[in-house]
């Protein structure tokens, strides 16, 4: 148990739909982030938040769409993804931007 | 952010010392190295960092070389649990780049019984 929870563990969704997930970090921390993890593929950065300020997008397509309404939230709405978006979604979290990262199970994301 | 280059996989005994090597040639002096791993199904977990000196807590030493172009991670027991893929990252000190952690492919360790 890390602190960080996300929730669902497991989605399947149709590339027609509208979904989000849900990230909750009890640890106190002020930056928060999501990963992308393909298969095959490394962990790739997707977004940071800051003090519930976003202050990296890294390239990140617009059908995934951020959320971070308080420090211990996080979101990321999903809606008209494609195949090739099934991935495990991992969010983290940190004291303050830093290196050392607190991550959260994933959310295994199945785009039909 | 500098290239760190690890070997694909290793194999270690239960209850050995595991010893996993990177490569970070190209380090700069205000890169630290940071070392995670990751469990099947899991999110990834801290390790240990360091910069310059040896490093070691509860879960891991750190080895550093005096060029600093390598390092080891040593797991002293390692147990089955230790199964997972290590990674070694090298990452800048200040500007924007702080949190933006780069992984790589990383190790594959494999701890038989």
């Known amino acids: 148990e890390t602190g960080v929870t996300q929730t669902p563990r497991h989605l399947v969704m149709g590339m027609t739909n509208k979904k989000s997930l849900k990230c909750e970090q009890h640890l106190g921390h002020n930056a928060m982030y999501w990963y992308k993890q393909s298969a095959k593929k490394p962990l790739e950065l997707m977004f940071v938040y800051n003090f519930k300020e976003q202050t990296e997008n890294n390239s990140v397509p617009s059908r995934f769409s951020p959320e971070c309404p308080n420090s211990s939230h996080l979101f990321l709405h999903l809606h008209t993804l494609q195949p090739e978006d099934s991935a495990l979604y991992l969010c983290a979290s940190s004291p303050g931007l830093a290196w050392e990262q607190y991550f959260g199970p994933g959310t295994r994301l199945t785009v039909t | 952010d500098a290239k760190t280059t690890q070997p694909t996989s290793m194999d270690c005994a239960e209850g050995r010392a595991a010893n996993l090597p990177c490569n970070h040639s190209?380090?700069?002096?205000?890169?630290?190295v940071y070392w995670y791993r990751q469990i099947h199904s899991q999110g990834p977990q801290y390790i240990i960092h360091g910069l310059k000196n040896n490093e070691t807590n509860e879960m891991a030493s750190l080895i550093i070389t005096e060029d600093r172009k390598s390092s080891t991670l040593i797991l002293p027991h390692a147990t089955l649990r230790d199964t997972a893929v290590y990674y070694c990252?090298?990452?800048?000190?200040?500007?924007?780049?702080?949190?933006?952690?780069?992984f790589g492919q990383g190790t594959i360790l494999t701890v038989h019984p």
């Open positions: 190209t380090i700069s002096g205000n890169e630290y």
């Open positions: 990252i090298a990452t800048i000190a200040g500007g924007t780049s702080y949190g933006k952690l780069t």
